[in-house]
């Protein structure tokens, strides 16, 4: 059993978020419109964290990239080499009139596992890292209080190890990972790991869903 388990594992992880194809063909980080906030996350592999994200009333836009290093303009393969210091993450752009930055933080830790310290299921790395960082004193006020009250109802059984810290810079991955989840459903790292990760948050977050996921 031992024997199939790390052969599946093996499976996921080549057809998975840790074997990205080298496509230096980048996206462009949009300018926030009028009355739009930008919140960034990170939570393990991109591309279900930016489905989860993108599927609460408010959000507007995802865009998935880097942050979090010291690194200028990484690709995917120079952040999997770990020594970059950047984790992979998602940029939100949302109506603060619609959703909140404390309803965004309460996703993101729904979104995810944040108990689990530099790895999100078959993904290793500090790459993959939990991380969320804040703009102004108020966010990271909300982010601490936020972690304070999840631990609290011992919705995990592990305490969270998220990385709290103040934004930098955002560097958006590369054109072929925005909006990989809905483009790759076949893909079996899609349908074994990330899925199960966004059925998870749609129940969790249900009431703050697009109407559209809410079923």
């Known amino acids: 059993m031992k024997r199939v388990s790390l052969y599946i594992a093996a499976i996921l992880i080549f057809y998975g978020c840790a074997n ?4 230096n063909d980048f996206a462009t980080v949009p300018q926030a419109k009028a009355g739009e906030s930008i919140a960034t996350f990170g939570g393990g592999c ?22 979090g290093g010291t690194t200028k303009n990484p690709t995917y393969e120079d952040v999997g080499t770990q020594t970059t210091g950047h984790a992979e993450v ?13 309803t965004i933080a309460k996703a993101f830790f729904f979104a995810h596992d944040p108990t689990e310290l530099n790895r ?17 004193p108020e966010e990271k006020d909300i982010l601490l ?8 109802t ?15 810079a955002f560097y958006p991955a590369e054109k072929y990972h925005q909006g990989y989840y809905r483009l790759h ?20 977050m249900k009431a703050e869903l697009k109407p559209d996921f809410q079923k």
């Open 185 to 204: 459903g076949d893909n079996p790292y899609i349908s074994n790991v990330s899925e199960p990760k966004v059925m998870k948050f749609r129940k969790a």
């Open 90 to 102: 998602v940029q939100i752009y949302y109506d603060p009139k619609v959703i909140s930055y404390e």
């Open 120 to 136: 999100q299921g078959p993904d290793e790395g500090t790459d993959y890292r939990s991380i969320a960082f804040y703009r102004t």
């Open 46 to 67: 991109f591309w279900s964290m930016s489905e989860a994200m993108s599927e609460l009333k408010g959000v507007n836009k995802v865009v998935s990239g880097y942050a």
């Open 154 to 168: 011992k919705h995990y059984s592990d305490p969270i190890v998220t990385q709290v810290v103040p934004f930098k």
């Open 20 to 23: 990205g194809q080298s496509r």
């Open 145 to 152: 209080n936020t972690i304070k009250k999840v631990n609290e």
